[in-house]
C-alpha cells in the first residue's frame, strides 16, 4: 500500500510481543513496526520463521523491527553467558542468527530493517525511525539494563534529538507499563528523554497487559503488545496515522 499523498499522511500498523504466534489479522497500512520480542527464546528456527513471515507481508511497503528480552541470541555476550539456562539441549548459533537478521537483501529486496540502537530515514516520507531493544532489568533476560543507572541514560541518549517515531521494547515510566500487579516498571530515564525530545510516536511492548493507546503533549504512546498474559495473539495491532511531508 502506498503512502497516502493526497492527505500527505503515512498509516504505521504496531505490533509487539507476538512471541513467534501469527494467528491474528494485520490491516492495511503502509509501515508495519514490531516492538520486540518476536520469538520466544531466540531460536535459530524462530528467527528464520519470523523473517520468512515478514517477507510475506508484502502489503508493507517497510517492516521495521527491534528485538526484545525473549530475543535472547541477538545480545551475543548475554547469551555466551546464559546460554544453557535457555537451551540446555544445545546451543545456538548466534553468530550465524545475527548475520540472517542483518542480511543486506532484506532491506533492498523485502524492505525489512531491523534496527539496535540505530536509526534509519525513510526516503519516501522523510520520518526518522529509531529503535532500541534494551529496558530496566527483567528477571535477567537479554537487552536488561539496571535501573535508574547511568548505563540505561547513556542508551537513552543515542536517541536522536529529532526522531519522528521511536520503537523500545519496554515502555517509558508510567505510561501503559502497569503491571497485572498495578506496578508501574517502566522506565523514569526514557521517560525524561521522550518527554525533552518529544517524537510523534513512541512504541513499545513488554508489558502485555498495559496494551493500549495514549497522547501526551505532542507523542502519540502505542503499547502495541499482541500476545496477553497468556502468550495468546488476542490484542488486535494498533494503527496510528502520522502527518509527514514527504520526500517522493
Sequence with gaps: MASNNESNTTRIVCISDTHSRYQFELPPGDILVHGGDFSLDGRQTEIEEFLKYLKGLTQYRLKIFIAGNHDLTLEPKFYEETWKRWHYRGKQDYELIGRLIRDPSLATEHGIIYLEQQEFVDPQTGLKFFGSPYQPEFC????NLPANSPEIKQVWSKIPDDVD?????????????????????GCAQLLARV????????????????????????????????????YKPSQPPIVVELAVKGTK
Design 140 to 143: 535477567d533476560w537479554a537487552f
Design 165 to 185: 517515531v521511536l520503537i523500545t521494547h519496554g515502555p517509558p515510566a508510567n505510561i501503559l507499563d502497569k503491571t497485572f500487579m498495578e506496578q508501574h516498571v
Design 195 to 230: 518527554q525533552k525530545i518529544k517524537p510523534k510516536l513512541h512504541v513499545f511492548g513488554h508489558i502485555h497487559e498495559a496494551y493500549g493507546r495514549e497522547e501526551h503533549d505532542s507523542t502519540i504512546f502505542v503499547n502495541a503488545s499482541t500476545c496477553n498474559l497468556r
